[in-house]
Nanobody, 122 residues
Framework: QVQLVESGGGSVQSGGSLGLSCVASKYSENCLGWFRQAPGKEREGVATIHSDGTSTYADSVKGRFTISRDIAKSTLYLQMNSLKPEDKAMYYC??????????????????WGQGTQVTVSS
C-alpha cells in the first residue's frame, strides 16, 4: 500500500492562492485524487488525475484549481487560485486502481494521506 504525505496547507485571504503537495512512497496506482472535508460536512472529491494525465474536477473548483503530478518525484500537486471562504477544509490526497473519472471519488480509495488544513478568510 502506498504511503501519502501532504504538505502546503495554510491560511490565506479570499482571492488568494495556495499550492498543496502530496509525496507518495511509490507511484503504482493509476489514479490519484484530492479530497476535502469541512467541519460538519461530508468528504467530497476535489479533483482526480489518471496516469495518462487526464484530469477531472468538481464543478465548484473548475477554473480555479489545477491538479498535476510529477512522476519522477512521485508527487501530486493541487494549485488553488481565487480561493473562497467555502474552500476552507482539511485536504487529503488519495490513490486507487481503476476508474479515475470524477465519479470515482465516491468509490473506495486504497490509500490516504493524513491531511493538510486550508483556511480561507473573507
Amino acid at each position: 500500500q502506498v504511503q501519502l504525505v501532504e504538505s502546503g496547507g495554510g491560511s490565506v485571504q479570499s482571492g488568494g492562492s495556495l499550492g498543496l503537495s502530496c509525496v507518495a512512497s511509490k507511484y503504482s496506482e493509476n489514479c490519484l485524487g484530492w479530497f476535502r472535508q469541512a467541519p460538519g460536512k461530508e468528504r467530497e472529491g476535489v479533483a482526480t488525475i489518471h496516469s495518462d494525465g487526464t484530469s477531472t474536477y468538481a464543478d465548484s473548483v473548475k477554473g480555479r484549481f489545477t491538479i498535476s503530478r510529477d512522476i519522477a518525484k512521485s508527487t501530486l500537486y493541487l494549485q488553488m487560485n481565487s480561493l473562497k471562504p467555502e474552500d476552507k477544509a482539511m485536504y487529503y490526497c488519495a490513490a486507487r486502481y481503476g476508474v479515475c473519472g470524477y465519479s470515482a471519488t465516491t468509490t473506495r480509495w486504497a490509500s490516504w494521506g493524513q491531511g493538510t488544513q486550508v483556511t480561507v478568510s473573507s
